[in-house]
């Protein structure tokens, strides 16, 4: 295909399935993943270093930090446009899933192909062991196509998402340049992610940032483990102006969300069976710190919510979705101090 984007499906259907006026609707959040994967999820009952593991196909699903969190935005009864490279014939494979599960998206076409990841789940421990390769590359051509996509379908959308990791071949300001683009066209960026990435666009300034522990220690330059090294770095991050809402989490003891306002200690809710897998808990926070945010609710009870999803991510195996009915009960336990 030569267009540079391709609009794989007109809308993104509710929760509850239901269509109608939203079809016309703008969505109230866009997102942004430059690397996407399919998520090939099989299980075994036990890894054997000896001999062949049988496995059985437990899920094939459409991963990447922004595409998860349009996913969980639309699961919590909220509407989102994620905006996704795609390439080669796995890229052709994703586009169909995406339509197939009902997500409204637009693809940017790339050469090279888009990234697999394999998730191994071994029944017997409950483990799961997620192993992902780098992915594609991308010229300075598909970069600049990509923010152009972003722009036309972020247009009076009040929140934009970036989340995941830049595959090869973009400079390392590539999300600095994603905020100003954010910025000009009205919008509030919202960030997640990592490395020298993640210093170019804090350098740049963004509505949002939400790191955990070891994001947090990459900046810090060491280990951030309590609420009071939470709140250096965020009164780091909000005084130089990288961002007007910094967001910290701290893993089972919880987060804290700092605003011009002051901080607030967000303690995790007691989790209601056994935590299985922290992997996607940071998508499902940001999805719903962006949904609660789009429905204008303010910072602190939009993170209230983000630390109650996250726990209940917590509660699912490998890269499975959060039960969005246990999230919305865990928050009225969460205690803010």
Known sequence: ??????PARATAETSEGKRGSEQTARPAVVTLTMNPT?????EVERLERIGKNRARVRAVAVGGGGINVARHIVR????????????GEVGLRLNRLLDEEGIDHVAVDIADDTREALVLFEAGSRHSYHVVPPGPRLNEHEGRQCLQVLERCAVRCPYVVASGSLP???????????????????????????GPALRSALEEGVFLFRCNRTEAESLTGRAVIDFDDARALNDHL???????????TLGA???LCSTADGHTELYAPPLPGTPLSDAGAGDSMVAALATELAAGDDAVSACMLGVATAAAAMLT??????????ARSLRPLVRAG
């Open 38 to 42: 399919i998520d090939l999820c099989w």
């Open 317 to 326: 195996p490998s890269t499975e979705p959060f039960d969005v009915d246990v």
């Open 238 to 248: 909000l005084t130089t102006g990288a961002a007007e809402i910094a967001v910290t």
């Open 253 to 255: 003891l919880g987060a």
């Open 76 to 87: 919590f009864g909220g509407r989102a446009t994620a905006v996704h490279t795609a390439g």
């Open 1 to 6: 295909m030569n267009a540079a984007a391709t």
């Open 168 to 194: 090869g071949g973009l400079p390392d300001d590539y999300f600095a340049t994603v905020a100003r683009h954010v910025r000009n066209a009205g919008g509030r960026l919202i960030l997640d992610t990592s």
